[in-house]
């Protein structure tokens, strides 16, 4: 009677195995851009960096970089060229005396052509950061306590940053100023110091300005990410086109977004905390 059991259960669990077969035709190549050309708001001069990158397969863990294609930008009569970095993977230029004029870029790659035009964004001063006492459920958590003063044009938006980490990663948060128009303005914002200052004597908070179809970008690329957090087979509702757009082939758009824009900083040492603040 055992041994009928036996095979009655060796019978079921192979009967349950399903072979599943995944379609790894990967056909959806798109180009991925990062671009910005930024300034600090004291300067007139600035850089411009451009990223690019191929989409790539779910599961390959390569980064497709973009070597060889021909980046520049357009502004008024004149013609920037941008040259490749090899050790840090982008294509860049100094740009001097930015205005408030469009500045094109143009990315010849592969018979296509990719195009964006967009304008300085202004960004203000950040006033002063220091750290709270307010604790967090996180005990690794301490407060920053950030202070700016918003202009009294209605409509600006911000891309904060907060960084460095020990892997040199930064992290972001876009606001604008519907309830603060015009006001002195401050934000309280937690970080992980065993992130940021276990290895680190300071951290950089940075103010971007943008625009306001690049807000709405960025938080359709947070929604999306939070809602296919703990489903890592699940994919993006839809395909979010950013600001470039190809001139060859516009179905073959690419992915990404292009930015102009002021920034300002500010440096936090670790040694501003009180005593006793990172025991």
Sequence with gaps: MKNLILIILIVLTSGCEKVIELDTDFKDKRLVVDASISKHRDSINGTAVIKLSETIPYFSEEINIVENAQVSILVNDDII??????????????VNNIKNEDYIISIKHDNNTYVSTEKLVQTPKINSVKFGDRK????????????????????????????????GKVDYLPA???????????????????????????????????????????????????????????????????????????ENFPLGYYRVSEFDYFRLFKNDAPDGFFD
Aim: proline share 4%.
């Design 176 to 250: 604008l100023d519907k309830y603060i128009n015009g006001n002195e303005f401050t934000f309280s914002f937690f970080i992980d110091k065993t992130e940021y200052l276990k290895e680190e004597d300071y951290i950089n908070i940075e103010i971007n300005g943008i625009t306001e179809d690049y807000y709405n970008y960025l938080n359709i690329l947070t929604s999306q990410a939070g809602a296919q957090n703990g489903r890592p087979f699940s994919t993006a509702n839809s395909v979010i086109k950013g600001n470039v757009r190809n001139q060859s082939n516009p």
């Design 136 to 167: 967090s459920l996180n005990e690794d958590e301490v407060e920053l306590l950030v202070t700016f003063s918003d202009p009294p044009e209605l409509g600006n938006y911000y891309l904060w940053k907060f960084g460095p980490k020990i892997n």
């Design 81 to 94: 060229n941008l040259n490749f970095d090899n050790v840090k993977s982008y294509y860049w230029a100094n």
